[in-house]
């Protein structure tokens, strides 16, 4: 049974950081490009990070440049995002998601799992 667990979501201050976890389990991790997505409350699923299968390779949306950084742990079966600098407008649902499209799979249709997300609230 194909999981993917997200982890690490909170209430947050803005500038504060966090770090979100997503562990993988019933398929071939290391198989799979690795995307984190985001969703505000009356907006559209939106990538935010993408990151390849051996990890070699990423991708940033503008506003997460500089301040995010996802990494895998192909061992761990675990992909993360360091976000940085938070501010209220980072505030959402966040999902990691697999793909075998590669680190340009920059759409949600494009993904064949999703987790269950965890929230990401940034109070200023």
């Known amino acids: 049974q194909v999981q993917l667990v997200e982890s690490g979501g909170g209430l947050v201050l803005a500038g504060d950081s966090l770090r979100l976890s997503c562990a993988a389990s019933g398929f071939t991790f290391s198989r799979y490009g690795m995307g984190w997505f985001r969703q505000a409350p009356g907006k559209e699923r939106e990538v935010v990070a993408v990151i390849s299968r051996s990890g070699s390779s990423t991708y940033y949306t503008n506003s997460a440049k500089g301040r995010f950084t996802i990494s895998r742990d192909n061992a761990k079966n675990t992909v993360y995002l360091q976000m940085n600098s938070l501010k209220p407008e980072d505030t959402a649902v966040y999902y990691c998601?697999?793909?075998?499209?590669?680190?340009?799979?920059?759409?949600?249709?494009?993904?064949?799992?999703w987790g269950q997300g965890t929230q990401v609230t940034v109070s200023s």
């Open positions: 998601a697999a793909t075998t499209g590669g680190y340009v799979a920059l759409r949600p249709d494009e993904y064949a799992f």
